[in-house]
């Protein structure tokens, strides 16, 4: 776990670039980020990149969740390569709904022709990443994986 004060140094960076926090309330008074609302192309990149380097960030986080065994969990608004939806939380009044948008299949097929697009490449960039680690038996949820961790881990 991170200490407090790391977490809300992640807050504070995380809503200057456009996140929306919910926050709960203590019972001593003070009250405690509950959840940040962004989706996770926006939290992993700053407001002025360009939509190479965003996907760029994009597809190697999602290269290092992929290189771990197990199946993994990729959101659809990350499949999609979703943006923050500030019109969804004007539109339905909660935080949550900047990265709840419910899209068209012309919307997304229209983006997904679009090689210029940033749905485009992070869509057709993830989907090569997921074929090519189903193509290495290594990361199939059934094999047997140990992980040493000496001399890693002092006792």
Request: neutral net charge; proline residues 5%; glycine residues 4%.
């Amino acid at each position: 776990m991170l200490p407090e004060n790391e977490i809300l140094a992640l807050v504070e960076v995380l809503q200057q670039e456009g996140a929306l926090v919910n926050w709960k309330n203590n019972p001593d008074g003070t009250r405690s980020p509950y959840e940040m609302n962004v989706t996770y192309m926006d939290a992993l990149s700053r407001r002025e990149c360009s939509d190479e380097e965003r996907c760029a960030r994009f597809i190697l986080a999602h290269a290092i969740l992929l290189s771990f065994p197990g199946v993994p969990a990729i959101y659809i608004q990350s499949i999609l390569g979703s943006r923050n939806d500030y019109a969804g939380v004007e539109k339905l009044g909660y935080n949550r709904a900047i990265n709840r948008k419910k899209y068209s299949s012309k919307e997304i097929t229209t983006e997904l022709d679009n090689k210029a697009t940033l749905r485009y490449s992070v869509y057709y960039k993830l989907s090569h990443l997921i074929t090519l680690r189903r193509s290495h038996k290594e990361f199939h949820p059934d094999n047997n994986f140990t992980i040493d961790a000496y001399p890693l881990i002092h006792l």
